[in-house]
């Protein structure tokens, strides 16, 4: 199949496609018009793509941060419009100050074109950016983030599948998400080879190996308190799921000596809230995912150390410092006599690091709507030179593959742990039927196309 199927290409990057590709689809079938196509694919093929094409309209992450801030300026060259979303871009550790310090790190809005576009998460991140005065400023809005809207009751039909299917298999189960770094899959040093660290440099040294014993402690009391949790209540099913960036195989290796506890990265998070009794956690974002879709929260908060803590999670919810307490907690909210309420103070403070919290907000049309602006503008898309070989992934025999539309959208795999399988093989016959949902629920109407394992594009039904 041709490549480019109309006149002019928006560019759907995707990384890890378990948290990206869900609410990047829907986007897509959301901006679709009769002259443009959509192309949704795996973020690092994608790059190479995009160095072949002139005058696209691309929705990317930060790549003006500390890391790479070539593939901007080599997109600036070939007059890319750029639209800016950060997939990390409210949770972070400490408060206000650093939260600043943290926002620069990530996105340099004082490198990007007048004409580039940043959403935010927050009044906070808009505010701060436009402080800044750059080019861009008046191109700096509140969106939220879309992928929250997605805990919202109009997008069950997407997950109740799913979620129907893990209920049969687990029963009543508590949901287990942690995000530990002393536990990363690429070494116990993640921090220190990252930020190189020398013997020679006391002050450093000493913050990091603070933050990793602190970050041990916290690994060895979620151990501590899932056996506990297994003890106090026969009853139930326990779930972990550990951060993408820690290390499964090991949790996997100790947790199997006690009884009704499952550890996987399988499937959909918001198919796994929506079926769930409860999520415990420890500054992670889903607790925020928990709280929009009306799943009871637990903070377990075992060792407090105001360094190394992200505080924005654990305002929703309930609160407890010991695994008997959580064990009380479950047994509360299972009795009906909590609900794990939050107060109106630490949900105005949320709501303005993160505007889905407000109920009344609908990220994917103030983010559309963006979109639109830029289609309105561009230019009709070139393409120089012949396509790079690696975007031509062998598709996936739809014989020999799983018929759960999970498995295309998570990683399974060992090699996953190592950053290599972040985006599965698409399987042609899951997203069709995903896409099928999609547009039952947002009333319009795209055609899909395959162009490899690794990349799809959606286009109107409409003649161009």
Excluded at 62 to 72: A, E, S
Excluded at 214 to 223: D, G, S, V, Y
Excluded at 440 to 461: E, N, R, W, Y
Aim: charged share 25%; net charge positive.
């Amino acid at each position: 199949m041709a490549l480019l199927l109309r006149r002019k290409i928006l560019l759907f990057p995707v990384e890890t496609a378990v948290r990206e590709l869900d609410f990047r689809l829907i986007l897509g079938l959301l901006v679709t018009r009769p002259d443009w196509q959509i192309l949704v694919g795996d973020h690092e093929l994608l790059f190479k793509l995009s160095l072949r094409l002139k005058n696209p309209v691309a929705v990317i992450k930060n790549v003006t941060g500390g890391k790479r801030p070539w593939k901007y300026q080599r997109w600036k060259q070939l007059n890319h419009r750029i639209i800016q979303l950060d997939e990390e871009g409210a949770i972070y550790e400490r408060g206000p100050e650093r939260w600043k310090i943290d926002l620069n790190n990530r996105l340099d809005v004082r490198q990007l074109h007048p004409e580039d576009h940043v959403c935010t998460w927050g009044r906070f991140q808009e505010e701060h950016y436009r402080s800044l005065n750059p080019a861009c400023a008046s191109n700096i809005t509140t969106t939220g983030h879309p992928r929250f809207d997605l805990c919202r009751p109009a997008f069950d039909p997407l997950y109740q599948e799913e979620a129907a299917q893990l209920r049969a298999r687990h029963g009543k189960f508590i949901l287990v998400n942690t995000n530990i770094i002393a536990s990363n899959v690429t070494g116990r040093d993640v921090y220190f080879r990252f930020y190189k660290i020398s013997p020679d440099d006391t002050a450093t040294r000493t913050h990091y190996i603070e933050q990793y014993c602190h970050e041990a402690r916290r690994e060895a009391a979620f151990i501590e308190l899932i056996n506990h949790l297994s003890n106090k209540l026969p009853d139930h099913h326990i779930v972990f799921r550990p951060h993408p960036s820690e290390d499964l195989r090991a949790y996997q290796i100790l947790l199997k000596y006690i009884p009704r506890v499952t550890v996987t990265r399988e499937g959909s998070l918001h198919a796994w809230l929506r079926s769930c009794q409860l999520l415990i956690h420890n500054g992670c974002t889903t607790a925020i995912e928990a709280h929009l879709g009306n799943t009871p929260v637990i903070n377990f908060q075992p060792h407090h150390d105001p360094r190394f803590e992200i505080t924005l999670p654990n305002l929703v919810g309930v609160t407890c410092t010991t695994a008997a307490e959580v064990a009380h907690a479950i047994i509360e909210i299972d009795q009906g006599r909590s609900r794990a309420e939050t107060p109106p103070e630490p949900l105005a403070q949320l709501t303005r690091m993160i505007r889905n919290m407000d109920p009344s907000w609908d990220s994917f049309a103030e983010f559309a709507k963006i979109i639109r602006h830029c289609q309105d503008d561009a230019p009709d898309t070139q393409l120089l030179g012949p396509v790079p070989p690696l975007v031509w992934h062998r598709l996936s025999d739809p014989v020999r593959s799983s018929s759960t539309v999970q498995r295309a959208i998570s990683p399974l795999t060992r090699s996953s742990q190592r950053g290599n399988n972040k985006f599965p093989n698409l399987i042609p016959s899951e997203i069709r039927h995903r896409i099928q949902l999609l547009q039952s629920i947002l009333g319009v109407t795209a055609d899909v196309h395959f162009h490899s394992s690794k990349l799809l594009s959606l286009t109107s039904p409409q003649s161009p």
